[in-house]
């Protein structure tokens, strides 16, 4: 969470027509973002007003950069107003990258994204459920697709 909360507007790009990228920590990585994602990261930096290209994205109301504490007690909050029984910051971690992979994203691509340097921390994040595995397998399977043409 440390990483994200540290972007600022200098550092994302959305001059891609199709999505947008965050340049995240010390080592260069870039982070791609969808198009509903980008749409929404757009709106709220019309909200927000700069106060310099290096301030952080995510501020209070009082312009004052977010800290762990203020996204967890946001989490908190979140989670009682929804009635959800879990809910916090490294869950959207844990459920994008499944989604990522149940969407049909290579685990390759998605070592990328998460900034991991070995497969096997990115398995930890992965939670399959074997029925839509089975289902994907029919879209993705390379010789089906191949006798589709």
Known sequence: MGSVLKISRFDINVNNKTNADFNIGIV???????????????????IVPATNIETPLFVKDTLIPINQSTVKQLFRRLKVQADIPRLHPHLLRHS???????????????????GHTSL??????????PSKTVVNFAFLSPLDNALKK
Do not use: W
């Open 28 to 46: 260069e990585r870039f982070v791609p973002l969808g198009l509903n994602s980008k749409r929404a990261l757009l709106r709220y930096c019309s």
């Open 120 to 129: 096997e921390m990115v398995k930890k994040y992965v939670h399959l459920i």
């Open 96 to 114: 994008f990258a499944t989604r990522y992979l149940e969407n049909g994203g290579d685990i390759y691509s998605l070592q990328l994204i998460l």
